[in-house]
């Protein structure tokens, strides 16, 4: 055993670095379908109006507002998809259903319910008002109008909205491709049964899942053995085709941790240690070809931390997603916070409503092995380095996970 070389990098100078080396991946065009959760990579114009043509709103009869009170001929019927040839004229009206188009001459929708029908006629209430029960071209979307921005991400509402515009194919940002590794001679698979001094693997589970929520593309790697050679030959392999490659394990500074070492010989260690807690053997790596490489520590709840802090803003630069970080709001601790006197901590905390406001308390022991202090958590605070802490009462910005 050694003390570790590298120097101890702020947080949040270690959280910029990382993505300053990030690079926006690049564009793909791809089917709807295959855009759904995407991000958009160029702005979208709507190259005609919407609605096209006046549609009607209701069922009922299209008629001309000044005709208002008059009994009228019926001219025929305006379905949806299937317009009236002709124009409504003086003293005559036009049966018009939902979606049909609204006919020349007819600046007016009277609903069903509201006439008097008696077979070829049909008498109208009287006043009516011009432009009422349908939706006048362009009402919805102007030609020329930006419907979706560069850099949302397309949920249901914008893929719609695509759709309507006639795209069937998007310009979206390719997904990265992480190569994910667990590291560590005391690993066994999950299910498998763990002899003495082993561990069942569960930060490969839980970085997988992570990842994906993230938008990443990931391949599983498995198990890498505490063993040199073994590692870089798994290591090299998986980068052939991964944009990033994702470790746990094997970072702090005990004999048998390989990757550092390995990170060093295949690149450029940035940050090899940070000010943070839980999380700090955090290591990053910029690669050839513009890859990069994220050693999360083994500790179950310092790799996710750490995932949160440092690499899903990075995942989310490289997908062009307009905010890189999860949204804050300003919480009122229910807990003393005490601080850690050289680190910036992130604790786990539920949130509930009391009144107007939310509520933080904390989910018990913050140990880095104890998973259940993360499981469940609403939110992360932030407690800055030194000696002070955060009282409780005091209203605090947090990383909201999830909403109680
Ligand atoms: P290391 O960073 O390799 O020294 O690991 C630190 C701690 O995290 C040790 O107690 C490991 O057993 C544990 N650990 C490492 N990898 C994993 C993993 N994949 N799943 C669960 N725990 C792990
Ligand atoms: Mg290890």
């Not at 300053?20 to 564009?27: A, H, I, K, S």
């Not at 001459?105 to 008097?116: I, K, L, P, Q």
């Not at 990069?292 to 790799?303: E, N, Q, Y």
């Not at 992130?346 to 009391?354: G, I, P």
Request: a neutral charge; aromatic letters at 4%; charged letters at 25%.
């Amino acid at each position: 055993m050694r003390a570790s070389t590298y120097p101890l990098v702020d947080a949040d100078e270690a959280a910029s670095l990382v993505l300053e080396r990030t690079q926006v991946l690049g564009v793909e065009r791809r089917s709807l379908d295959e855009s759904a959760g995407r991000v958009l990579a160029e702005d979208l114009i709507a190259p005609s109006a919407l609605p096209a043509f006046p549609s009607s709103a209701v069922d009922g009869y299209a008629v001309r507002s000044v005709d208002a009170g008059r009994t009228l001929r019926v001219i025929g019927e305006s379905a949806a998809g299937r317009p009236l040839a002709g124009p409504v004229g003086p003293g005559t009206a036009a049966r018009v259903l939902t979606g049909g188009v609204v006919p020349e001459g007819a600046d007016c929708v009277v609903m069903v319910e509201d006439v008097h029908v008696d077979g070829e006629v049909v008498k109208v209430p009287s006043p009516l008002r011009a432009g009422t029960n349908y939706h006048k071209v362009g009402d919805d979307v102007h030609e020329g109008d930006r419907v979706l921005s560069a850099g949302t991400q397309l949920g249901a509402a914008e893929i719609g909205i695509a759709a309507a515009i006639g795209q069937a194919m998007l310009p979206v940002r390719r997904r990265p491709r992480v190569a994910l590794m667990s590291t560590g001679d005391e690993l066994v698979e999950v299910g498998k049964k763990p002899g003495p001094g082993q561990i069942q693997d569960s930060n490969r589970w839980a970085l997988l899942a992570a990842l994906r929520e993230a938008g990443a593309d990931v391949s599983l790697l498995g198990i890498a053995p505490d063993e040199p050679e073994a590692l870089r030959r798994l290591v090299v392999d998986a980068l052939e085709s991964a944009d990033v490659l994702v470790t746990s394990g094997g970072v702090s500074v005990g004999t048998h941790d390989l990757v550092k070492p390995l990170l060093e010989s295949l690149g450029t260690v940035h940050v090899g240690r940070v000010k943070l807690k839980p999380g700090k053997p955090f290591t990053f790596a910029t690669l050839p070809q513009g890859k990069l490489a994220f050693g999360l520590p083994g500790f179950p709840v310092s790799s996710l931390v750490t995932f949160e802090v440092f690499v899903r803003p990075s995942l989310r630069k490289m997908q062009g997603f307009a905010r890189l970080q999860r949204p804050t709001l300003p919480v009122r601790l229910g807990y003393d916070a005490r601080a850690t006197a050289d680190r910036t901590e992130y604790q786990r905390v539920t949130l509930r409503r009391e009144g107007a406001e939310l509520v933080a308390e904390t989910t018990g022991s913050q140990s880095s092995s104890r998973l259940l202090s993360l499981a469940g958590a609403h939110a992360l605070v932030r407690i800055a380095p030194g000696d002070l802490g955060v009282k409780a009462g005091r209203v605090v910005e947090a990383i909201i996970l999830a909403l109680p």
